[in-house]
DNA sequence: CTGAAAGCGCTTACAG
DNA sequence: CTGAAAGCGCTTACAG
């Protein structure tokens, strides 16, 4: 690599001092003279020189890793979520001078977090999306590594940080009701993942605050490919509904193919909502209503609350993040 | 952590012999009596001890990380690829002890690269794209960091995989022209990157090859955006081809949609190939010809290469992967 | 076959 | 304000 590898110890006998002094001088830590200090941040500027993480580490007992575990199984509407929010903490990791390693599990699989943990390779860890029933979540808890999950877990002792799913799906409901469009068919995905659950219930509550009956026979739930989708797409266009709630956008995307081969008219004949406004959707003008979440500051989020984990400070147990209530087209009034 | 921190001292000491020896029972460097290796391997399994990576590459001047360079401003279509050679690159580290720590750069700003390499962090990188005028390549090369590039670099000194583009795009012009297809339109996206140059030449080779006369107003290149891929389409609309032959998926899926709202129907009017074939276009019946390519075998090759590179063996300069010619429905015969 | 010792490149009490 | 020394947890000549 580099032909000259500066060490602390050649700057020392450069200058003429203890290598305790140069530590000193580029960590900040420690009584030091102003003149030696500035005489080596001088040499250091001038010769380019970089610590070496990898012996800070070790003298510290720190890595300044930490992994970002991704569901290596995901599926395409979930890319453009995980690619902002590795972007979104990769940046704010290197502001503290952080590094991040990924690992890839899948729901059953977590060889590759473990490897992790027991090379002694990171600091903390920022679970990706969190499962019900979550091996790598409780691993991790086992074994006291400090971590967050970014969505929300079931185990009330896990730090974690989420959107806020469940005021999001009340509001935009709302939205719908204050329209006065109530007659409306929600297209529910996987119930086993806490997300989907969370948005069930913002449906509810709403539904209870403007006390509109919740049919039971209008919520399809656990629609998870895409034939279970039109299956109930196909229901629920015999029902006479006004509005369509998907709850996320692979659900959304499907609808939308389905209602277009049918030749549904959307906002004429039906309505269409999601729970989730992704890039995939963003510019579709089919889409009435939609949530809109912030990739950044989650992975922003989630970074800095695990840096704080890691240095022992106080955090929140559980952060909830903002949206924002997308409303366009036609549906306006 | 992990409330009992085993080190090798530890077992040293509860062994009564050496770490050294310790050492040695674990790396199988060195010689060693059997049975001391076994007493070592044994305690060490029931002690559930894993040796701390970070000191062990304070020892041998290692980091056993490289890091992957991704594109912070990839588009939509690319990224299915980029999760997937991720994916790729992490599977296949993982097996050597290895680990991948991300950094994203975009087109003029690598700092995340520069922090890695100068807080040696890292013993080698892959670069995930390559332009023409890449200063992460130029950086890399500059400070003597082994690296690899996942597609092809211009400069020859530069170790690099990629997929066989030039032959692919042949290999698939050739098919059209075979089947008597040669009055073909070509559009191209950004004639900057070298991998748009590769499937024109490709492009240009069949004709040689078949003899059909390269007609430069039938070749549309630098459509880097949906209105000016619409604008090629309509204008080739005009002059009666058989064949839209699309550079990549990007403008693949838009001259489709182009095609659908001009009402143009795809095979009978007109047919449609592309030089890729993206998970994003993979089930469009629409497509009549396409590239495939393998991107678990491309990160495996690139990995591999790299580590070889880091060991010091000889690797070859360029290693070129295979591809698959996919033909669909209609255009069979 | 095994061990004492030096070293990887830093940090940090402790002493002055 | 500065330094000698021990230590972080391993590896690896060198010697026996």
């Given at each position: 690599m580099d032909n000259k590898k500066l060490t602390i110890d050649d700057i020392a006998r450069e200058l003429q001092i203890s290598k305790t002094t140069v530590s000193r001088a580029i960590s900040g830590k420690g009584r030091i003279g102003q003149e030696t200090r500035d005489k080596v941040l001088r040499y250091i500027k001038e010769n380019n020189y970089k610590p070496s993480a990898i012996a800070r580490g070790l003298a510290q007992s720190k890595t300044f890793n930490i992994s970002l575990v991704m569901p290596g199984d995901s599926s395409l509407v979930d890319l453009p979520f995980y690619h902002g929010f590795l972007w979104g903490v990769s940046n704010m990791a290197t502001k503290s001078d952080y590094d991040v390693i990924i690992s890839m599990v899948s729901e059953k699989d977590i060889t590759q977090l473990v490897r992790l943990i027991e090379n002694h390779k990171v600091d903390g860890v920022i679970l990706g999306r969190t499962l019900e029933d979550d091996i790598a979540e409780k691993y991790l808890k086992e074994k006291g590594v400090p971590f967050v999950t970014a969505g929300s877990s079931l185990d009330p002792t896990v730090i974690q940080v989420d959107n806020d799913h469940r005021s999001a799906c009340r509001e935009l409901t709302s939205v719908l009701f204050s329209k006065h469009i109530t007659k409306v068919a929600l297209i529910g995905s996987d119930m086993k993942t806490i997300v989907s659950k969370n948005r069930l219930e913002g449906f509810k509550d709403a539904c209870m605050e403007y006390q509109v009956p919740i049919e039971e026979d209008l919520i399809y739930l656990d629609r998870d490919n895409e034939s279970k989708i039109e299956a109930a797409v196909e229901d629920i266009l015999k029902k006479n509904v006004e509005c369509f709630i998907c709850m996320d956008d692979y659900i959304c995307g499907c609808v939308l193919s389905k209602l277009e081969r049918e030749n549904v008219k959307i906002p004429e004949d039906i309505k269409v909502a999601s729970f989730y406004d992704s890039i995939l959707l963003?510019?579709?003008?089919?889409?009435?209503v939609s949530l809109k979440f912030n990739v950044t500051e989650m992975a922003t989020a989630c970074c800095n609350t695990l840096l704080s984990c890691i240095d022992k400070q106080e955090v929140p147990i559980k952060t909830l993040l903002g949206y924002e209530v997308v409303i366009r087209g036609a549906t306006q009034s």
């Open positions: 963003e510019n579709s003008k089919a889409v009435n």
